[in-house]
T-cell receptor, first 111, second 116 residues
Framework: GNSVTQMEGPVTLSEEAFLTINCTYT??????LFWYVQYPGEGLQLLLK?????DKGSNKGFEATYRKETTSFHLEKGSVQVSDSAVYFC??????????FGKGTSLLVTP | GAVVSQHPSRVICKSGTSVKIECRSL??????MFWYRQFPKQSLMLMAT?????????EQGVEKDKFLINHASLTLSTLTVTSAHPEDSSFYIC????????????FGPGTRLTVL
């Protein structure tokens, strides 16, 4: 079946540091890949997505590239801000649009 | 736009009672909604897919008689936890599909259920 593995947190970075959160997946067929973000006290929000191999999703300075050869969708940001502190979830959807989530990675950015 | 609400946000109940959680799409119609469960420091686990006007599709291992799902309108799905037990304590999250946004899912803020 489909599954997502993402790096364990928490991740603590200083402001303006480079961020990478690793995500790999197992899936049959050609899934779509997503990163969701959950800010404290709020619901999940879509951060970015990619629907086919080699697509790059980007939003708010975050980027992730759909790598079919390595079955990965790593999240990156060149310079994090305190406001980026949140929990980040990697997810995939196959047929039917239901999502399979990774366990989430908590990010804390300190001033 | 594309806001999903859940009610209540937090509920505490006694063991053996039933609890109903509502999920509403406030500014769009959703033929499909999903119910997830999240344990502390764990991922969201899909419980069931709720289709308007038809029976929900449950994931393997989810008891359909315990977690009753009703999707009576295009803007409302309900999850009823029947005869709740302490092990049902969890964070329940719903999402709704927006067809006009390529089936992007929009999530509710979640409901924290505590069963005493």
């Amino acid at each position: 079946g489909n599954s997502v593995t993402q790096m364990e947190g928490p991740v603590t970075l200083s402001e303006e540091a480079f961020l990478t959160i690793n995500c790999t997946y197992t899936a049959t067929g050609y899934p779509s890949l997503f990163w969701y973000v959950q800010y404290p006290g709020e619901g999940l929000q879509l951060l970015l997505k990619a629907t086919k191999a080699d697509d790059k999703g980007s939003n708010k300075g975050f980027e992730a590239t759909y790598r079919k050869e390595t079955t990965s969708f790593h999240l990156e940001k060149g310079s994090v801000q305190v406001s980026d502190s949140a929990v980040y979830f990697c997810a995939l959807s196959g047929t039917g649009y239901a999502l399979n989530f990774g366990k989430g990675t908590s990010l804390l950015v300190t001033p | 736009g594309a806001v999903v609400s859940q009610h209540p946000s937090r509920v505490i109940c006694k063991s053996g009672t039933s609890v109903k959680i509502e999920c509403r799409s406030l500014d769009f119609q959703a033929t499909t909604m999903f119910w997830y469960r999240q344990f502390p420091k764990q991922s969201l686990m899909l419980m069931a897919t709720s289709n308007e006007g038809s029976k929900a599709t449950y994931e393997q291992g989810v008891e359909k008689d315990k977690f009753l799902i009703n999707h009576a309108s295009l803007t409302l799905s309900t999850l009823t936890v029947t005869s709740a037990h302490p092990e049902d304590s969890s964070f329940y999250i719903c999402s709704a599909n927006l067809l006009t946004r390529h089936n992007e899912q929009f999530f509710g803020p979640g409901t924290r259920l505590t069963v005493l």
